[in-house]
């Protein structure tokens, strides 16, 4: 079935790096833009950073700015997202989530999310 | 960058009651808004988009209306696997952003 798996979380200390994975399958992978969304503890959703289809076009909010970068490798249906010199506002669950449509807008709604993995920033 | 407002922020209703949720933009999105519904411990799940469509799968017993800057999602006769955490998100433009969810709870 059609679905998104990622991988890669865990406690990092402030300033570390982390690399987040998000495996899919059950869909045609290198067709659909691909978001990272993330949640703090207890708070609401946070979109971080998107890349289209084809890796030609990358979009982050502010605050991650020249710190993440969203990649993806279409061979191995796979998104990533490096995370460097982290901070404790960081600290969340992160999804990533595929557009509704292929190609298209770069700005749609979220078909289908994964299930999240846990990022902690702590010293 | 859009703000999204939701209100209320809890809801308290039985089963079989009808739900009304809002989500007000600060600036006109269109109709490029989406409803999520997230539950604990889960990942959210679209529920509509485009302000009116229902997604694959999704019971006909949840709506959504509205354009410009007011919109409304309505759960017509709450199930009991309806209490959760629902989230407004609009994709008029960058960056995407979310409400600040309305929590339906059972009275």
């Known amino acids: 079935q059609v679905q998104l798996v990622e991988s890669g979380g865990g406690v990092v200390q402030p300033g570390g790096s982390l690399r987040l994975s998000c495996a899919a399958s059950?869909?045609?992978?290198?067709?659909?833009?691909i978001h990272w969304v993330r949640q703090a503890p207890g708070k609401g959703l946070e979109w971080v950073a998107f890349i289209r289809y084809d890796g030609s076009n990358k979009y982050y909010v502010d605050s991650v700015k020249g710190r993440f970068t969203i990649s993806r490798d279409n061979s191995k249906n796979t998104l990533y997202l490096q995370m460097n010199s982290l901070r404790p506002d960081d600290t969340a669950v992160y999804y990533c989530?595929?557009?509704?449509?292929?190609?298209?807008?770069?700005?749609?709604?979220?078909?289908?999310w994964g299930h999240g993995t846990m990022v902690t920033v702590s010293s | 960058e859009i703000v999204l407002t939701q209100s209320p922020a809890t809801l308290s209703l039985s089963p079989g009651e009808r739900a009304t949720l809002s989500c007000r933009a600060s600036?006109?999105?269109?109709?490029?808004l989406a409803w999520y519904q997230q539950k604990p411990g889960q990942a959210p799940r679209l529920l509509i988009y485009?302000?009116?469509n229902r997604a694959t799968g999704i019971p006909a017993r949840f709506s959504g209306s509205g354009s410009g800057t007011d919109f409304t999602l309505t759960i017509s006769s709450l199930e009991p696997e309806d209490f959760a955490v629902y989230f407004c998100?609009?994709?008029?433009?960058?960056?995407?952003?979310f409400g600040q969810g309305t929590k339906v709870e059972i009275k």
């Open positions: 989530a595929k557009n509704r449509m292929t190609y298209g807008s770069a700005l749609d709604a979220f078909d289908i």
């Open positions: 600036q006109s999105v269109s109709n490029y």
């Open positions: 059950g869909f045609t992978f290198s067709s659909y833009g």
């Open positions: 485009d302000a009116s």
């Open positions: 998100q609009q994709r008029s433009n960058w960056p995407p952003t």
